[in-house]
């Protein structure tokens, strides 16, 4: 169902792709938006145990595009580094393409939720004082991973 690589020698191994996957601070969701066009969305994430989870409002383009059609992609990029000398990035980039939805289980919503903020927030006392005052305004986001591919890339 899913392509294979054209450039496949520049492939990275899951393992790697997972490691880039787990440390990327954010990462572009692409759904389809109204009229079938694209849209695509910077966030923040948490990626556990083969889906991505991501925080959002309850309402607008986002969630009706996912109430709408439940196939996604999300791309995100390592920092990349420059060889002495070399003006140029090496950069991987990781695709995820698969099924979304919203996390109706309002359990596993603020425990997904908490963990994104664990990922972001300086402090246990911050994240806290963040979900008290706004988790109960916030969506969660699930992506299941059904394909995903990396790729080293040399931005020459």
């Given amino acids: 169902m899913f392509r294979e690589m054209r450039r496949y020698k520049q492939q990275v191994t899951d393992g790697e792709a997972l490691e880039i996957l787990q440390s990327a601070k954010r990462g572009v969701l692409a759904v389809m938006g109204d009229e079938g066009y694209p849209y695509t ?6 990626y556990d145990d083969g889906k991505i989870y991501f925080h959002s409002a309850k309402t607008g383009h986002k969630i009706d595009a996912i109430r709408n059609y439940d196939k996604a992609s999300f791309c995100v990029l390592n920092d990349g580094y420059k060889e002495l000398g070399q003006w140029w990035y ?6 995820c393409f698969g099924r979304i939805c919203l996390v109706e289980d309002e359990s596993i919503a603020m425990e997904k ?5 664990k990922k972001y927030f300086p402090s246990e006392v911050d994240l806290e004082e963040e979900m008290a005052k706004n988790a109960k305004n916030a969506a969660v986001i699930e992506l299941t991973i059904e394909h995903m591919t990396g790729k080293k ?3 020459k």
Wanted: aromatic content about 4%; proline content about 5%.
């Fill in 113 to 117: 939720l908490r963990r994104i903020g």
């Fill in 90 to 95: 090496h950069i991987t980039s990781i695709i």
């Fill in 153 to 155: 890339v040399r931005e």
């Fill in 41 to 46: 969305i910077p966030l923040d994430f948490v």
